[in-house]
């Protein structure tokens, strides 16, 4: 007998299976074509290879990061950053911050004061067990430790976090997510029926209408049309899929490259970072904030 979690357990399944062998392209959409890949050849991102997913990212040696302004806290023992609106009490919208490939580090931060200063809650943890890669190999390797069960149940404490915290108390939460983190982003949404808004920038797709509506939350996707990880097929069978299950999406097209949105990445496109950001704060303000 299927029950309810079904079409969950079988996107989630699907996720761990991409994870295992490939870690290393922490970010991306599968292949939508009728002869998928061979498994020798494919990556985590089912469209390249691990050395050729690889060379899509790159970290600029001048690209210091913001001073932080957020705390450092632990949540079920993995690390995590918590950043808050200045002279603001709960309750409070609240948005949980998922890294990049590269891990938690102070960029991702910065990102998480950034919507703290736009007055959320904003929380960035760490899947990594406390990692933060400077190379594409130490990236790799980071990629390939994350268990996967391990992964979503720290999401899940993190979500609960921010709606039981008395700092927060939030009663609308959303979630954001750039590359690896963008496709948990979207797994978060397969997993928390209660979430409110969940923002995919250049993640992992799941392309199955069974298992996309399990989504409750409207879903944001943000994506390049020159990403090679995440081509526009992908992005186009993710969002016809998403139209069959009848759940709530709207998907942006930038023309840009995979991490266009990273100001640390080497192709970081400010014209397009800007105007992805501006479409992303209208997203959660309408969705978070209290009426």
């Known amino acids: 007998m299927i029950d309810a979690m079904t079409p969950i357990r079988r996107s989630l399944a699907s996720f761990a299976s991409g994870l295992i062998p490939l870690l290393v392209a922490g970010c991306r959409g ?18 390249l290879d691990e050395s050729s997913f690889a060379a899509l990212h790159d970290l600029r040696a001048d ?14 023992g993995a690390k995590a950053y918590l950043a808050l609106p ?4 709960a309750p409070l ?15 991702v931060k910065h ?3 950034r919507l703290a200063a736009d007055g959320y809650a904003a929380l960035a943890i760490d899947l990594y067990g406390g990692t933060v890669a400077t190379t594409r190999e130490e990236a790799a390797t980071a990629m390939r430790a994350v268990d996967e069960a391990a992964a979503r149940a720290t999401l899940l404490a993190a979500h609960r ?37 969940a923002v995919v920038y250049y993640g992992r797709l799941v392309t199955d209408p069974a298992a996309l509506r399990s989504i409750h939350a409207p879903v944001l996707g943000i994506f390049g049309t020159r990403d090679r990880g995440i081509p526009p097929a ?8 998403m139209r069959d299950a009848d759940r709530a999406c709207r998907v942006l097209r930038y023309d840009a490259d995979h991490a266009f949105a990273n100001p640390s990445g080497a192709r970081y496109d400010q014209a397009n970072a800007a105007a992805a950001w501006r479409e992303v704060r209208g997203f959660l303000a309408a969705r978070l904030r209290d009426a």
């Open 161 to 197: 976090f921010l709606a039981r915290d008395p700092r927060v108390l939030a009663r609308r939460r959303g979630v954001i997510g750039w590359c690896f983190g963008g496709g948990w982003s979207l797994q978060l949404a397969l997993a928390a029926p209660d979430l409110d808004a």
């Open 30 to 47: 599968t292949a939508s074509d009728d002869a998928p890949p061979s498994p020798a050849t494919m990556g985590w991102t089912g469209v």
């Open 234 to 241: 992908s992005v186009d069978a993710f969002e016809s899929a």
């Open 86 to 89: 200045a002279d603001a009490s």
């Open 111 to 113: 990102w998480t004061d």
């Open 63 to 76: 690209a210091p990061p913001a001073r932080l302004s957020g705390e450092e806290i632990e949540i079920d």
């Open 93 to 107: 919208p609240a948005v949980l911050v998922i890294h990049e490939w590269w891990g938690l580090n102070d960029h």
